[in-house]
């Protein structure tokens, strides 16, 4: 199937700064993008394109005196097979000795995700009992699914993994971080994504369209897709970038002051 995706986003500035922005599809699936991304950047300003240690497209845009607003638009044309996420019943989980070293990062704490917290001592009496590997982190999407309540009104950019866990509220992010945090509390290497994922498959959502969270874990020889906000397989997930938790894949970043004047996303599949 052919995915269009795009993004209108305008925010506003009252000084000379740099604006960051992680907004364009993942190295991993360029081969997939059909004509190319077409972004463009209202006023045109410099900007530096770069890739990050997680090997994420990155750029930042110099903002100059005198410009108030600057606006970021796309759009383009995926290419999906159309699958829902795979679920591996067989995937086995490993000793911390025996995960390859790149993964290791991946089962440190972090901004958000307090491995080293209450929820440690919490995981290891939830979740030991469960059989270690795939049905291990599927009790944790479940329990989370089942313990968070979703709410775009609730949303907090400071909100951690431990205190999602004792609010009992969030939103797409606050779900990813809390499942992040427990599988790596079971030495289970979680790493966070950020990316389109359209109502494809599904009834139409009531709410605008969004950027969404969800995670992969390392079992096996290979990363894993997991969605504990959503908890059922989906379809037409395209990653925008990865990381260990939001801290590391903003849409955008402003150094100072400003204000979000316009946000609009979309993904939905080509039809006709």
């Known amino acids: 199937m052919l995915i269009q995706i795009g993004y209108d986003i305008e925010i506003g500035v009252s000084a000379p700064t740099a604006l960051l922005y992680m907004l364009q599809v993942h190295p991993s699936r360029a081969a997939d993008i059909q004509t190319g991304e077409h972004i463009t950047i209202s006023p045109p300003l410099r900007t530096d394109h770069y890739q990050d240690s997680f090997h994420n497209h990155c750029a930042r845009v110099h903002v100059p005196e005198g410009v108030q607003s600057v606006r970021l638009r796309n759009h383009a044309v995926v290419y999906d097979p159309g699958w829902h ?56 999407c479940d329990f989370v699914h089942n313990h968070l ?8 950019a400071t909100r951690t993994a431990l205190e999602g866990y004792r609010e009992r509220v969030g939103v797409c992010r606050d779900f990813t971080h809390l499942a992040i945090t427990l599988c790596r509390c079971m030495n289970i290497p979680a790493r966070y994504v950020t990316g389109y994922l359209g109502d494809i498959g599904i009834p139409p ?37 990865r990381g260990r938790d939001a801290a590391d894949v903003p849409i955008t970043m402003v150094f100072g002051a400003n204000t979000l004047q316009r946000f609009e996303v979309t993904t939905f599949e080509v039809t006709g």
Do not use: K
Request: aromatic fraction near 16%; glycine fraction near 6%.
């Open 85 to 140: 996420d795979p679920i591996d019943y067989g995937a086995v989980g490993h000793a911390p000795a025996d995960l390859p070293v790149a993964t290791l990062p991946f089962v440190l704490p972090s901004r958000y995700c307090e491995v080293d917290s209450e929820l440690l001592a919490f995981a290891w009496a939830q979740f030991g009992g469960v059989a270690p590997g795939w049905h291990r982190v599927q009790a944790i």
């Open 149 to 156: 309540r979703f709410d775009y009104q609730q949303a907090r």
């Open 205 to 241: 959502v009531p709410y605008p369209m969004d950027f969404s969270a969800w995670f992969e874990v390392y079992l096996g020889d290979r990363w894993h897709t997991f969605d504990a906000r959503h908890n059922t397989p989906r379809i037409g997930r395209i990653v925008i970038a």
